[in-house]
């Protein structure tokens, strides 16, 4: 009987110092943070076998690569990626640039060349328009000179004609 008991016992306490064995939260974080020296910005915290990543990176390409050059590290049993993408200044686009006045007044000669007694001046990106038009006529033109970037069309000086 007393056999059957320390036979019981047994596997219980090899199963208790094979947990107790395994790497605490300490050494976890050691390894995790040399690891991550690699990629500037994100720093780690484990409790509980659980590890947080933080921290900022210009794309999702930084974030994906600084958890999984730590997922394989022993005792880690889950992973909470908090790790923020901030794109860096030169990934943001630009406005669109309005066009320069010399660039700006070639297109706008060019788009009002078929459009008999309209003439059109171009300054500071803004087209002002003067003459005589058809509504079916003013619609086109109106969305040609739209399409070129202006500022503004100044339709000011333009009549429909009925």
Not at 43 to 63: C, I, P, R, W, Y
Not at 79 to 103: C, G, H, K, Q, R
Not at 113 to 122: C, E, L, N, S
């Amino acid at each position: 009987m007393k056999l059957t008991k320390v036979f019981a016992v047994v596997p219980i306490l090899a199963i208790s110092l094979m947990v107790s064995c395994g790497p605490n939260d300490a050494d976890i974080q050691a390894k995790v943070t040399e690891t991550l020296k690699t990629v500037p910005g994100i720093s780690a915290q484990v409790k509980e076998g659980v590890l947080t990543l933080s921290g900022n990176v210009s794309d999702a390409a930084a974030k994906t690569a600084a958890e999984a050059a730590v997922k394989e590290e022993k005792g880690i049993k889950s992973i909470v990626n908090n790790i923020t993408i901030t794109p860096s200044l030169s990934s943001v686009v630009a406005p669109i640039a309005m066009a320069a006045d010399e660039a700006l007044t070639k297109a706008v000669r060019d788009a009002t060349k078929d459009y008999q007694g309209v003439t059109a001046v171009v300054k500071d990106g803004i087209i002002s328009l003067k003459g005589t038009l058809s509504a079916d006529k003013w619609k086109r033109l109106k969305m040609t000179l739209d399409g070129l970037g202006p500022k503004k069309v100044d339709a000011s000086g333009i009549s429909i004609a009925k």
